[in-house]
């Protein structure tokens, strides 16, 4: 299964989603890797077990009289079973195909035959779904701080090397990247950056698509 | 020292948690669970205090988490993960669910519900092996590196703060969890 990956999630993301310090963009996009790439999830494993550590390790408070009794005495109620909904989708992992199912998204015309679908937006960032048909660039972009592309479908190509199913590339803002998607197969992307969207009326019409990326 | 259940009537010298919460998973044992709840409650109680949730709120997020801990037992599998962990994991999400109305986005589960086999002995106690390692290792780490590896896994540090917090040998914990999920791997593939 994950064998063929060989660009991984950077270490600090995965401590940082462990400790659940990562934005929710930044989360779905190491949810989404991690249920691809058993390396990674074997990573995330040893960071909980360091939290474990922790755990265990940290003083011990007292806790009221009555918080054991309260609860031992509901172990008997009834548990209800939700149905596991973090089920993969087509080419969608679990994380993907659930926030999908969760909300109604469009696919939005960026140029070049390029199109995006915003899965997530909030004050700490923004993930979205990149679709690039075959053989054709994204057009060129920076953006304001990291940016984590993980593919979904097909393969791409920039400066920085060659991205296939279950890869990830970080890009930190300084890079001024042209993916190309590989021949062949359309390319589907799951982005994440930290910049908040900006789809202010100052910027010009023909730049906002570049912002939103 | 108390025995596995199932596994040729041979003893296994497992850690008295992975022993309470076999039998939390397998025989709903609520005495066991009153002895994880006595070693852990007041734990998770300073874990989540210390990690910014408000007194009052305290006590509400050790409940959820200890009753999640009963519910959830079927998901336990101490090939892949230490019951330490496992709280740990929960209790991160707990928070986070308080912090942000909002559950975070998860990583597939591991294995469908019902396809439950013996636990791999040498696995298990492998694990544990390396989880004490671990557990030395924090204990032996200076002050200052301590208190930083405590704030990262308390959730108080940006990732690129994390990129700084080093000295927790995870290498080898790494391996033998990898070994855990490819035994899994396996497993699954069998029942297809």
Redesign the interface.
Same mark, same amino acid.
């Given at each position: 299964m994950s064998e063929q990956i060989s660009h991984h999630i950077p270490e600090a993301l995965i401590a940082a989603y462990a400790a659940g310090s990562l934005s929710k963009a930044y989360s779905l996009v190491v949810a989404t890797h991690v249920s691809m790439c058993d390396t990674c999830r074997a990573s995330l494993m040893a960071h909980e077990a360091a939290g474990g550590a922790v755990l265990e390790s940290v003083a011990e408070e007292p806790l009221s009289g009555d918080l054991r009794k309260n609860l031992m005495d509901r172990l008997d109620d009834p548990i209800e079973y939700e149905a596991d909904t973090n089920t993969p989708d087509g080419i969608y992992p679990g994380p993907v195909a659930s926030a999908l199912r969760s909300k109604s998204v469009k696919w939005k015309k960026l140029g070049g035959g390029v199109r995006q679908c915003i899965i997530d937006m909030d004050r700490e960032g923004s993930a979205r779904l990149l679709h690039i048909p075959a053989g054709k660039p994204v057009p060129e972009h920076s953006h304001g701080g990291l940016e984590l592309t993980l593919v979904l479908q097909g393969g791409f190509s920039d400066d920085t090397g060659h991205f296939d199913v279950g890869d990830v590339e970080v890009a930190d803002g300084d890079l001024e990247h042209v993916p190309t998607a590989d021949p062949g197969v359309d390319c589907i992307c799951l982005a994440a950056t930290d910049a908040p969207l900006r789809f202010s009326a100052f910027v010009p019409r023909i730049l906002q698509p570049f912002f939103a990326i | 020292m108390a025995t596995m259940n199932g596994t040729n009537g041979k003893a296994q010298p497992f850690s008295e948690q992975t022993l309470w919460m076999l039998a939390i998973r397998d025989r709903r044992d609520?005495s066991a669970?009153?002895k994880l709840?006595?070693h852990?409650?007041?734990?998770?109680?300073?874990?989540v205090?210390?990690s910014g949730a408000p007194a009052g709120q305290?006590?509400d997020i050790?409940?959820d988490v200890?009753?999640s801990v009963?519910?959830k037992a079927h998901m336990f599998d101490p090939e892949?993960?230490?019951?330490?962990?496992?709280?740990?994991?929960i209790?991160?999400?707990r928070?986070?669910d308080i912090l942000?109305k909002?559950g975070?986005?998860?990583?597939?589960?591991l294995k469908?519900e019902g396809n439950d086999t013996e636990p791999d002995a040498g696995q298990v106690l492998a694990l544990e092996q390396?989880?004490d390692v671990?557990?030395e290792a924090?204990?032996r780490l200076n002050p200052d590196q301590r208190d930083m590896?405590?704030k *990262?896994?308390?959730?108080? /540090?940006?990732?690129?703060d &994390? *990129?700084d917090?080093t000295g /927790?040998p995870?290498g080898t &914990?790494?391996?033998r969890?990898?070994l855990g999920?490819?035994r899994l791997?396996h497993e699954l593939k069998d029942l297809r």
């Open positions: - | 609520k669970f009153g709840f006595d852990f409650a007041p734990r998770l109680k300073g874990f205090i210390r305290a006590e050790v409940q200890m009753m009963w519910r892949r993960a230490q019951v330490s962990s496992w709280i740990y994991q209790a991160r999400n928070q986070i942000r909002e975070r986005p998860m990583p597939e589960a469908a390396e989880t671990l557990r924090l204990n590896i405590e *990262a896994y308390l959730g108080e /540090l940006s990732h690129s &994390i *990129a917090a /927790l995870l &914990i790494k391996s969890i990898r999920l490819e791997r």
